[in-house]
């Protein structure tokens, strides 16, 4: 279900930098953020990988306090829904979440209440796939202190964290940019045209009984077009990431093999 990069991950010890406290009574409580939670989903899994399922929201209580402030609690079941990088297989997890909203207008109340309890149970939904969505906080014989091996620890899964963030940002924005010169070739704004002459191009290859310029967008991605038995096969690494630009040029995937292809047009030179 999961490759290797992502099991590294997973497996992981939680960077102590993440870990948020808060007072509850005489208790200090240890979480990690809703956006955080979101973030981590999105770097291991990926963008497009997973989702969630809204499966129950309900209103449990309606009060007032002494300062006139209505207080409103509910409850949500989530269902989190994760897939591999073809989207062959998947795992789904559930969970229930709590969230109290206190305001001095109801619908504020109800509108906090609702957002709490869902970030609720989608991060205790999220934490069965262990320490990086905080699972290991509820271990009570773990120390999460900063010491000084933890930070130099913390420093380097923080320069691993934010160089495959930015590793995504740039897949993301090459494959917008492929997308839209293949829609429309002949438009190109400043910017597309400044990287065209920083950027080494791929070479087209030759001898092909296929128009090679019409995939120039996936030569440029490092990508390769090959014909094998009267079709065209996409060659190449990271072809998950550049989905979209390879189905824009008409490529199918097939789960079996796991290869992108397309019917070669006869009559093509």
């Known amino acids: 279900m999961f490759n290797e990069n992502q099991l590294k991950i997973l497996n992981e010890e939680l960077n102590s930098s993440r870990i948020k406290t808060r ?9 990690i953020e809703g956006f955080d939670v979101i973030d981590t989903a999105n770097l291991i899994f990926g963008y497009g990988n997973w989702s969630y399922l809204i499966s129950k929201l309900e209103q449990v209580s309606q009060e007032q306090n002494h300062n006139q402030n209505f207080v409103v609690c509910y409850k949500a079941v989530v269902k ?95 494959n917008q940019i492929v997308q839209q010169q293949v829609q429309n070739p002949n438009s190109r704004n400043v910017n597309q045209s400044a990287n065209i002459h920083h950027q080494a191009r791929t070479p087209i290859p030759q001898n092909q009984s296929f128009d090679q310029y019409e995939y120039q967008p996936l030569y440029n991605l490092g990508l390769d077009v090959v014909e094998q038995n009267g079709f065209l096969i996409v060659t190449g690494e990271n072809q998950y990431s550049y989905r979209d630009a390879i189905k824009v040029c008409g490529f199918l995937f097939d789960a079996k093999s796991k290869k992108w292809y397309k019917k070669l047009e006869q009559g093509v030179a």
Request: glycine fraction near 8%.
């Open 80 to 174: 989190l829904i994760v897939k591999d990088d073809n989207h062959s297989k998947s795992i789904f997890r559930q969970d229930v979440g709590f969230g109290t909203g206190i305001s001095k207008t109801l619908a504020d109340s109800h509108e906090n209440a609702g957002k709490e309890a869902v970030t609720d149970a989608l991060k205790r939904a999220m934490r069965s796939f262990g320490n990086q969505f905080g699972n290991s906080l509820y271990d009570k014989t773990r120390n999460h202190q900063n010491s000084p091996q933890m930070q130099n620890s913390n420093y380097q899964q923080n320069q691993n964290y934010n160089q495959q963030q930015q590793q995504g940002i740039q897949r993301q924005n090459q």
């Open 23 to 31: 007072e509850k009574g005489n208790i200090s409580l240890s979480y």
